[in-house]
């Protein structure tokens, strides 16, 4: 059930963490952000390369792709860095990848890739959650980067698309966990939708429990919530972006 007592950090059952979006904070990006939610920090940069993977090769289809990693100081115990993905670095950039493909043409760009890099700089909880909400604004200028040089057609995005987390915590529904909660939760949900409120993922387990149908109607009902809120703010600070690629 979702309870009106007051959490650890001071919010209710209900309550996004602070959510902060800062636009356009690297030179050499075609577009940027960096996103914040609590403490949980991650910037996202989006690169352009003039090529495609072999399977795309001669089909005028342009393409997304996502990495994700944690930076050695995000965790208060140093984060080893690795010479390639660990498992849970590679299921959360695919996540990445797939979410940000639901809501773009990869027609409209030609044969190009654009990279996503995502790098935690500080971690509580939903580092990828957080990463999906940060990568979708840069994705917006580095689509905006590209149409100013002509080398894209439009509409090119279908909607806007937001992420979070919600879990079961002593047997009371949360929205937006921070570690403290996540790491001690009975069931976690990361929930990804877009702005017309439609589900492009769902990824949920329990631990050491289960959970109902009627409670997997309220967590994604609360994730819904929360999401709305986050693409509210999206499209506030992207208001002339979406205009110019989707006429929003």
Same mark, same amino acid.
């Given at each position: 059930?979702?309870?009106?007592?007051?959490?650890?950090?001071?919010?209710? @059952?209900?309550? *996004?963490?602070?959510?902060?979006? #800062?636009?356009?904070?690297?030179?050499? @990006?075609?577009?940027?952000?960096?996103?914040?939610?609590?403490? #949980?920090?991650?910037?996202?940069?989006?690169?352009?390369?003039?090529?495609?993977?072999? =399977? %795309?090769?001669?089909?005028?289809?342009?393409?997304?792709?996502?990495?994700?990693?944690?930076?050695?100081?995000? /965790?208060?115990?140093? /984060?080893?860095?690795?010479?390639?993905?660990?498992?849970?670095?590679?299921?959360?950039?695919?996540?990445?990848?797939?979410? %940000?493909?639901?809501?773009?043409?990869?027609?409209?760009?030609?044969?190009?890739?654009?990279?996503? &890099?995502?790098?935690?700089?500080?971690?509580?909880?939903? #580092?990828? #959650? @957080? !990463?999906?909400?940060? +990568?979708?604004?840069?994705?917006?200028? @580095?689509?905006?980067?590209?149409?100013?040089?002509?080398?894209?057609?439009?509409?090119?995005?279908?909607?806007?698309?937001? !992420?979070?987390?919600?879990?079961?915590?002593?047997?009371?529904?949360?929205?937006?966990?921070?570690?403290?909660?996540?790491?001690?939760?009975?069931?976690? =949900?990361?929930?990804?939708? /877009?702005?017309?409120?439609?589900?492009?993922?769902?990824?949920?387990?329990?631990?050491?429990?289960?959970?109902?149908?009627?409670? %997997? &109607?309220?967590? *994604? !009902?609360? +994730?819904?919530?929360?999401?709305?809120?986050?693409?509210?703010?999206?499209?506030?600070? *992207?208001?002339?972006? *979406?205009?110019?690629?989707?006429?929003?």
């Amino acid at each position: 059930m979702i309870m009106n007592e007051m959490r650890k950090d001071g919010r209710t @059952a209900d309550q *996004l963490r602070r959510v902060k979006i #800062t636009r356009n904070i690297v030179k050499h @990006a075609i577009g940027s952000a960096l996103v914040e939610m609590g403490d #949980t920090k991650v910037i996202c940069c989006v690169s352009m390369e003039e090529k495609v993977p072999q =399977f %795309l090769r001669n089909s005028g289809t342009g393409w997304l792709t996502a990495e994700y990693g944690m930076l050695p100081a995000s /965790t208060p115990e140093r /984060t080893q860095r690795m010479p390639y993905p660990a498992g849970r670095n590679q299921e959360i950039q695919r996540l990445i990848g797939r979410a %940000l493909r639901s809501v773009i043409n990869l027609k409209h760009f030609g044969e190009r890739t654009l990279w996503v &890099d995502c790098d935690v700089l500080q971690a509580d909880g939903g #580092t990828r #959650t @957080a !990463a999906i909400n940060g +990568a979708f604004c840069a994705l917006v200028d @580095a689509l905006v980067f590209m149409k100013q040089r002509n080398i894209l057609m439009l509409p090119v995005l279908r909607d806007c698309l937001a !992420a979070v987390s919600v879990g079961i915590v002593g047997n009371h529904q949360y929205l937006d966990l921070c570690y403290a909660e996540d790491s001690i939760a009975q069931v976690d =949900f990361n929930v990804v939708m /877009t702005g017309k409120g439609e589900f492009v993922e769902i990824q949920g387990s329990a631990e050491g429990t289960f959970f109902s149908r009627k409670s %997997l &109607d309220s967590i *994604l !009902a609360l +994730a819904e919530k929360g999401i709305t809120e986050i693409i509210s703010l999206e499209k506030t600070i *992207l208001k002339d972006e *979406l205009q110019i690629l989707a006429g929003y």
